[in-house]
C-alpha cells in the first residue's frame, strides 16, 4: 500500500492565487521529504527538500519565496505555490524514505496543477 | 548537464518475451541506482535498486545489471506482461548525499499482447 499520500491530486486555479499541496507520510516519521516537479516528457525534477523543524534546502533556480515549503510535524510537509502563473502548471510529486537515511524514495501519487 | 540519460523514449515488445531498458550515467560519484516505473498521473513506483558494489541483483521477473566501467545500467523485465506498460526511469545518488536522486528522461514500455 501507499506510504506517501499527496493531496491534492489534482487543482485548477487562476493566475495570482496560491496553492497549497500537502504530503504525508503513513505510519512512519520522515524528518525529510523531498518534492520533485515533471513537466511533461521530461524528467523529475527535485525542487527542494523539506526539514522537518528547519528551513528548506532549495535547487538551484527554484525560487524559495514563490514555492513555500513547511515541514511543520514528522509526517506532513505542504508545498505553496504563490502567486501562480500559467507556466507553474506541472506535475508535483513529493517523497519520503521509509528507511532514514538509505533506501529508496517511496513517492506520493502526484499533484497536477493547471493555472489558467 | 543530463547526468542520468535515458536515449530510448519508448519501447515496444511482445507479451512474454524480454523487456530491456537502457539507462547511462556520467558522474562516477554516483553509486546507488534504481528503477522506478510510472503510470499516468500518478507518482513514480520503486522497482528494483543496486548499489556500485554489485553488478546484479535481480527480484522477481526484473533484473537490473550494472557496468561500473561503462557507466551504464540495465533493467531487463522477463517475461513481458502487459501490465508492465509504463514509463520507466532510471535514477542515481550518491549515498553520502542522502536522497538526491538524479533522474533520466524515462523510456515508454509498451508490452504487446
Known amino acids: 500500500g501507499a506510504v506517501v499520500s499527496q493531496h491534492p491530486s489534482r487543482v485548477i486555479c487562476k493566475s495570482g492565487t496560491s496553492v497549497k499541496i500537502e504530503c504525508r507520510s503513513l505510519?512512519?516519521?520522515?524528518?525529510?521529504m523531498f518534492w520533485y516537479r515533471q513537466f511533461p516528457k521530461q524528467s523529475l525534477m527535485l525542487m527542494a527538500t523539506?526539514?522537518?523543524?528547519?528551513?528548506?534546502?532549495?535547487e538551484q533556480g527554484v525560487e524559495k519565496d514563490k514555492f513555500l515549503i513547511n515541514h511543520a510535524s514528522l509526517t506532513l510537509s505542504t508545498l505553496t505555490v504563490t502567486s501562480a502563473h500559467p507556466e507553474d502548471s506541472s506535475f508535483y510529486i513529493c517523497?519520503?524514505?521509509?528507511?532514514?537515511?538509505?533506501?529508496?524514495?517511496?513517492f506520493g501519487n502526484g499533484t497536477r496543477l493547471t493555472v489558467t | 548537464d543530463q547526468q542520468v540519460k535515458q536515449n530510448s523514449p519508448s519501447l515496444s515488445v511482445q507479451e512474454g518475451r524480454i523487456s530491456i531498458l537502457n539507462c547511462d550515467y556520467t558522474?562516477?560519484?554516483?553509486?546507488?541506482f534504481l528503477w522506478y516505473k510510472k503510470y499516468p498521473a500518478e507518482g513514480p513506483t520503486f522497482l528494483i535498486s543496486?548499489?556500485?558494489?554489485?553488478d546484479k541483483n535481480e527480484d522477481g521477473r526484473f533484473t537490473v545489471f550494472l557496468n561500473k566501467s561503462a557507466k551504464h545500467l540495465s533493467l531487463h523485465i522477463v517475461p513481458s506482461q502487459p501490465g508492465d506498460s509504463a514509463v520507466y526511469f532510471c535514477?542515481?545518488?550518491?549515498?553520502?548525499?542522502?536522497?538526491?536522486?538524479?533522474f533520466g528522461e524515462g523510456t515508454q514500455l509498451t508490452v504487446n499482447p
Open positions: 505510519d512512519f516519521q520522515a524528518t525529510t
Open positions: 535514477a542515481a545518488s550518491r549515498e553520502t548525499s542522502g536522497s538526491r536522486l538524479t
Open positions: 517523497s519520503a524514505r521509509t528507511g532514514g537515511h538509505v533506501g529508496p524514495l517511496h
Open positions: 558522474n562516477s560519484m554516483f553509486d546507488y
Open positions: 523539506s526539514n522537518e523543524g528547519s528551513k528548506a534546502t532549495y
Open positions: 543496486i548499489s556500485s558494489i554489485k
